[in-house]
């Protein structure tokens, strides 16, 4: 059990557990944006038969001589089943088969015809130019996507070309969101005194979404501990990944705490030497996660990017999930006193980071225009402009 430890050491802990979930098969048109659970290989060489890259005329480049006779046309989809005489040419298209005998095309517009017989210049050219051969691109049992890739629509595309029509990928893990709060109301309800509209659902709702999930559950719980005992009961039942938002620090109303103790969730840390989202909790049961996070909206989706997203990403079958941020020079100069790594709004210009205003943990404004978050180490008391800072894009 950890508790108020440093940013380094909570993504240790996290990275430690190396949960995954469960493969499965998919159509190749339903995997986009699923990560593979293995490797695929080639069932099939590519191309699968010499054809030609250029609309032009197939020849034997040995055959002397600088004019040939055309004695016959192939097409794309064509099965040529003779042997190309010497001294012979034949118009082909792209992509057509290269008719044995033949191994080398010339493009059409370097071509002189004049009726069957054509000339051209050999010391334009060599041998094997403009023949795709077989095998040119992969060759039957060799790796053409490896485990943890991401399939995008360059994968769909080759995966199509040799034929394959399903994939092994990672399922996409079930999400319970619980919201904590008597005071929060949803969009389009009139607030009353003393109340705030639902920012942290919408807000990890899309960042789900771009992750590729959909499977969200949404809960509410009521500030009472039999309530938000009874509703993580529910939603761990039901979830691969808990999340929950408010309700995680010591005030007379913060039941998640003990509630997630009397669900038998294993703590695995809980307060982090961080700002903004100090009192975060990880935790859990069986091969289900939960995160804790505070109420904060900013607090919220900072302890979401450097947190969770990666275990989610990791459980998705991402190779790079925890992959480390991109550095890059700092606008300005920046202090602080306090001994926590700060997670701060920023946005790229120029090639620079710069530091928003307004990073408060309350304060979304920045929110608006930043492409991500800067991390200012915990031992740094000053960073001078121009000096390199770590970057987490959204």
């Not at 040939?68 to 001294?87: H, K, M, S, T, Y």
């Not at 005071?183 to 705030?196: H, M, T």
């Not at 929950?244 to 695995?268: A, C, H, P, W």
Request: aromatic share 10%; with cysteine; glycine share 10%.
């Amino acid at each position: 059990m950890k508790e108020f430890i440093d940013v380094s050491e909570a993504k240790t802990i996290l990275k430690s557990l190396q949960m995954q979930g469960t493969p499965v098969f998919l159509p190749l048109e339903k995997s986009l944006g699923r990560f593979t659970s293995r490797a695929i290989f080639a069932p099939m060489d590519v191309p699968s038969f010499d054809n030609s890259g250029m609309d032009g005329y197939a020849i034997a480049w040995s055959e002397a001589g600088e004019s040939r006779e055309v004695v016959d046309v192939i097409q794309a989809g064509a099965n040529p089943d003779f042997d190309l005489e010497p001294g012979k040419a034949v118009r082909i298209f792209t992509g057509a088969p290269v008719p044995k005998g033949a191994d080398t095309v010339i493009p059409q517009e370097y071509i002189d015809r004049t009726g069957n017989e054509i000339s051209f210049e050999p010391n334009r050219f060599s041998k094997g130019n403009n023949v795709r051969k077989k095998g040119a691109q992969c060759k039957t049992g060799e790796e053409i996507v490896a485990a943890g890739s991401k399939i995008t629509p360059g994968t769909i595309g080759l995966l199509a070309s040799l034929g394959i029509g399903e994939v092994e990928v990672f399922h996409s893990p079930k999400i319970a969101l619980i919201l904590t709060g008597d005071e929060i109301v949803d969009l389009g309800n009139p607030l009353q005194a003393g109340q705030i509209y639902n920012a942290n659902g919408p807000a990890l709702q899309a960042y789900l979404e771009l992750l590729g999930i959909s499977e969200l559950t949404i809960y509410k719980a009521k500030d009472e501990e039999s309530e938000v005992t009874r509703v993580i009961g529910d939603a761990l039942a039901n979830s691969d990944f808990l999340l929950l938002t408010g309700g995680i620090s010591v005030g007379d109303y913060d039941f998640v705490k003990e509630s997630l103790e009397k669900n038998e969730v294993e703590q695995l840390f809980y307060k982090i030497k961080q700002r903004p989202g100090k009192p975060l909790f990880a935790g859990k049961k069986g091969n289900k996660l939960v995160f804790a996070l505070p109420g904060n909206p900013a607090s919220v989706l900072s302890c979401f990017m450097q947190y969770v997203k990666p275990c989610l990403m990791e459980w998705m079958g991402n190779s790079a999930a925890w992959a480390g941020p991109y550095y890059l020079p700092i606008a300005q100069d920046y202090n602080k006193r306090t001994e926590l790594t700060f997670f701060l709004k920023a946005k790229i210009e120029t090639g620079k980071i710069t530091l928003l205003s307004g990073q408060e943990s309350f304060n979304l404004l920045p929110f608006g225009v930043a492409d991500g978050l800067a991390e200012i180490p915990l031992a740094l008391e000053h960073i001078q402009k121009g000096s390199l800072v770590a970057f987490y894009p959204w």
